[in-house]
């Protein structure tokens, strides 16, 4: 089967009787299509219905647009090198495909060096979407995963969850969920209990076994809920296998919410567990009537990516219409025209509706275009993604096989998702403060110290470095000296042969180069995890002579930015990490020797929040995170010329704030960052062993 799917081809001329007449100009497009072979069969008889569809609704037009489809399997050995040919070669105008994230990124990268037109159908992942916006080449008809995460989370919400898990595959298309999981949970009310992530069945059985025994130990009226990601059909079998095989998960098991991949035809007469499976799946528009249209014609529901598929072809020769009617576009300027068209007409996807359309095309009019899929909006700067999906909400059992019971979309009246990327989303969830909390009695102060530490190296981190080289500036702006400040940084990105403006680093585009000038203290690579005790402690060593030379009068600021995972801030390439635990024994030691008086930490970290909370009950110590405990930072601004993260949003809404208002409180710089900084819940630990949060200002870090 693989080897016919390989080779297979569809075109209009297949199709008797053919639309074409004397006089009619045909241009015949070849496109390659990128699919899993499995599901061959399905593939071919949506895009054999809609191939047809397109040829009838374009009968009596003096210009006319056929696809020739090559058909190839995705899961083949030589995707690579077949992705890279139809890439360059001009006879094929797009790719449409593949299914999978891993492949669509691959797909992306060939495609993109040569602005290759790429329709994803169904390839959701938020980082290749995030990556390729603004670079005119992508058009993903599904929005990205941060939408399916929400719908996720709002379906069990309203089957009465209030604790949640996430288990997902550690890769591109599971990484999306990660990100946004715990944020999300945490909007909608939700308690997150932890994300776990598995590359083998070993690892998964690891994982269902904390879960379980997690759940077991929180109450058992309280309903639970694990949002299951995974990435391929066989990691459902897995789940299914590890769960019949170990009676002792049953008793405590959360209820499944899967994810579209779960949404399979493959795994019909596979899953016998007794666990009852339902999830969400990116569906047609049920208003659209495609569902009914398609179990009337093929005797069954449609599965996950053929609404997509048949509006992917679509798109395309409505393109192509459009690219037929200018010499001054190409085809991505022509499907920006397409998408951006707002005529008053507003067509669907019957035929009738498709003949309508073609006719405004030709006649250089630019109708409000729909598919089967719904709208086709996208955003109007970035383009790269439908702003919004619609999913079907599903259960399985062994005895009924799939059952959709209704529809969810992400654009009602409850919210406006927006995958630009998605981070216009305001925080609502807001910490509270007590306004009459008690102020300590601390000594005068008399200095300020200020520790920069950016714990990762290599160009792919640029934004760490460059958000501590920021910090230094401002730092500097508000009067701090060399002396007083310690800077640690592996210092490779200034003149990394990647930079195209060598010796310069920014934070924005157009802003100025924050590398001027900059001392650094400590090379990343000469020092471990551990100096950070001597550092703060003002113990100096062979490896540490400089140090914070404090005492009980010195206020220290400490700003990280770097990686974390639960419970651990990384150190450099990773392998190397400074625990909580860690952290909180060196802020006892510079506690014990009294070589602070105040010590403010913020920290730029994915699960920041996992690390300050080891640290509670320091006396003097407060803690800012760029996010809690369950959840990921989120990087800012991307420069799409080096194809890198220039910024942290945190980071940057840290400086904008201060340097706008340096005698800020802590509660109102708090509030400020926690409203700006998207993604994730900025979040404050340990105020109860610090002082009046209302009181407290920044002013006191900032004059020395």
Known sequence: MAAAFLLSCLSCEDEPPSSATEGTEVSEYRVAVVMPAENQERWNRVAEWVL???AEAQRGLPRQVRLKIEWKDENAPDLKEYLEAAASDPEVVAVVGPYHSEEAQLASVCCGSRRKTLILPVSSSVELQRSCAGKDFLWALAESDIGQCEVM?????????????????????????????????????????GNYVYSTPEEMAEDLVQISGRAKELQDDVFQTLLFVPSSPEDVVWLDSLYRGNAGLHPHFPVLMCSDVAYSGSLRGRLSSGLVWEGVSLSADPSSGFPTVYRVRFGEDPLNGEAHLYDALTLLAYGLAVKGQSSELDLNGALKRLVGGRTAYSGNWMRDDMAQTFSLLLSGMSPDVKGVTGSWDFDAEKYTSVLHSTYAHWTYTEEDGFYVWNYLSTDGGRRTSSTLANWNWAVSRLEQFDTNAPEFAYPALEENWCVLVAASEGWPNYRHQADVYAMYQLARRHGYDDGHIILIAADDIAYNPKNLHPGEVRVRPEGENVYEGVHIDYDLDDLCPEDIASILSGVPGDRTPVVVEGNEHANVFVFWSGHGT??????????????????????????????????????????????ATACEGIPGVL?????????????????????????????????????????????????????????????VY?????????RNTMAEYLMP
């Open 52 to 54: 047809d569809d397109l």
């Open 153 to 193: 989370l709002t379906q069990a919400l309203m089957n009465g969850a209030e604790n949640v898990y996430l288990l997902s595959r550690e890769d591109d298309y599971g990484q999306g969920f990660i990100d946004w999981f715990a944020f999300q949970a945490t909007e909608l009310g939700l308690t997150p209990q």
């Open 566 to 611: 639960f419970g651990r801030l990384n150190w450099g390439d990773g392998y190397e990490s400074l625990s909580g635990v860690q952290l909180r024994s060196a802020l006892q030691a510079a506690s014990d020797r009294k070589n602070y008086r105040k010590m403010f930490v913020a920290l730029e970290a994915c699960y920041g929040g996992s690390v």
């Open 623 to 683: 803690f800012m995170t760029a996010a809690n405990d369950y959840e990921t930072s989120k990087a800012d601004i991307q420069d799409y010329e080096m194809n890198i993260w220039l910024s942290n949003g945190f980071t940057r809404a840290f400086q904008e704030t201060i340097d706008a208002n340096p005698d800020i409180s802590l509660r109102n710089l708090y509030f400020r960052l926690a409203r700006r900084t998207v993604g994730s819940h900025v979040s």
């Open 686 to 694: 340990n105020e109860g062993n610090y002082g009046n949060v209302y």
